[in-house]
């Protein structure tokens, strides 16, 4: 027999599961919104997002100020209107009547229904709108019964006000969700002159986390751009994920989907592949051994006899937070699992090198994995490579800072296990 309790909780669950997935991706589109208003933004605009609205664009006698909405499953109602209205029409009235006219405001969004052509609004629509009739409970009888409240009356703007709003206000409809973000990598194919499988697999993450990261800052200074130093942010050979694709597609599909777009080629080039580790404070030294060798399980050439000296691949490892004990532990269990390593010293007390770092993988000594222990060893090593370089960063926190030149893929992850799942 069905327990009717646990029913209940599993569609609980369900439902706030799906309230959750659809906040994630309110969230998204307002920063890919964002994207597009600074994408479009003029060479004497700048855009602050998180301003008065949503975002801002600001330039010298205009200011448009847009608030995003995405609602997949509601209409564009009176009420959907009014939600936006309300909070815009309150600041507006706060401004000065000579400030008042360089103010625009937009509504843009996403609605499950809405006309083919975006409403406009006079003074007779936004007094309609303004009209809330909320349920309240009535004192005498107890039940509820509907009332009318005039919002209009409440923010205290008189007729002509209301007259002047509606000419300085606008909605504009969007995509669906997918669709909007296709526009967005179609800008930015269009902005940086790349490919799009490039601005799929490495502008747009760098996009959406330089777009969070703005949105996070507390100084409306630290939030404002333009469009030519956004796009310094997002280089092209730059991938740059954020936690919000974590959160949007869950663990499972976020790993596949990053393992397919970046470490599912079967034909393996022969580039310097640097893979900087910055794990959770709980993952073990075991499980750090797992992780480890798990890359150079895939990313290790030491193994293929065949393969001539100029086509041979051997991970370099950087684990920056790793004390040393915890490093020469794991140096220790992978040379007692029979691989060949090199750290740069050649001996005990010997001064740190790069020769000694890139010693050749042969068949007589198959290197099979490179660590360096420092960030200044890092930069030794990456500026030694002979061959194209690829940082790869598997991080919990911020991501180690790496010279812009360099191409690089940096992805928030939970845990090791999960590190083992993306590559």
């Not at 700048?46 to 200011?63: Q, S």
């Not at 706060?94 to 400030?99: G, I, L």
């Not at 937009?106 to 709108?129: N, R, S």
């Amino acid at each position: 027999m069905v327990n009717g309790d646990c029913l209940m909780a599993d569609s609980d669950a369900i439902e706030a599961q799906r309230e959750a997935t659809a906040t994630i991706r309110g969230y998204i589109y307002q920063f890919d919104a964002s994207i597009l208003a600074v994408l479009g933004a003029t060479s004497d605009e700048t855009v602050t997002v998180e301003g008065v609205e949503d975002f801002d664009v600001l330039a010298g006698e205009t200011d448009t100020h847009g608030q995003v909405k995405y609602y997949e499953a509601q209409k564009l109602t009176n009420a959907t209107v009014r939600d936006a209205v309300l909070p815009m029409l309150e600041g507006f009235l706060r401004y000065p009547a000579d400030m008042r006219k360089r103010k625009r405001y937009v509504l843009y969004g996403h609605f499950k229904q809405a006309p083919e052509t975006a409403p406009t609004y006079c003074l007779a629509d936004m007094q309609h709108i303004l009209i809330q009739r909320p349920y309240r409970v009535d004192a005498a009888t107890g039940e509820k019964v509907r009332v009318e409240v005039n919002l209009q009356s409440k923010v205290g703007a008189t007729d002509d006000e209301i007259s002047d709003f509606c000419s300085r206000f606008s909605v504009k409809l969007s995509e669906a969700f997918d669709a909007h973000r296709a526009r967005v990598i179609a800008e930015l194919v269009s902005a940086l002159g790349v490919s799009k499988l490039e601005a799929e697999h490495y502008s747009y993450p760098s996009a959406l986390t330089a777009m969070a990261a703005l949105s996070s800052v507390t100084t409306k200074s630290a939030r404002t751009t333009n469009r030519a130093a956004f796009l310094q942010l997002i280089r092209p050979n730059v991938a740059i994920y954020s936690a919000w694709a974590l959160r949007e597609e869950g663990e499972n599909t976020y790993c596949k989907k990053i393992r397919e777009l970046h470490f599912a080629r079967l034909n393996i080039d022969s580039r310097e592949r640097f893979f900087i580790l910055t794990l959770a404070q709980t993952d073990s030294i075991d499980e750090l051994h797992e992780l480890v060798q798990h890359i150079i399980g895939r990313w290790s050439s030491h193994r293929m006899g065949r393969t001539p000296a100029k086509e041979r691949y051997a991970p370099f490892f950087f684990l920056p937070g790793v004390t040393a004990a915890t490093l020469a532990a794991l140096k220790g269990r992978l040379v007692g699992d029979g691989h060949k390593i090199t750290d740069g010293f050649a001996y005990h007390g010997a001064a740190f090198s790069t020769d000694h770092l890139m010693l050749p993988q042969t068949r007589d000594y198959p290197v099979s994995a490179r660590f360096v222990g420092s960030a200044e060893e890092l930069e030794a090593a990456l500026a030694a490579a002979k061959r194209a370089r690829l940082v790869i960063q598997l991080h919990v926190g911020d991501p180690h800072d790496v010279a812009p030149a360099i191409q690089q893929i940096a992805i928030p992850i939970n845990s090791a296990s999960m590190a083992r799942k993306i590559v």
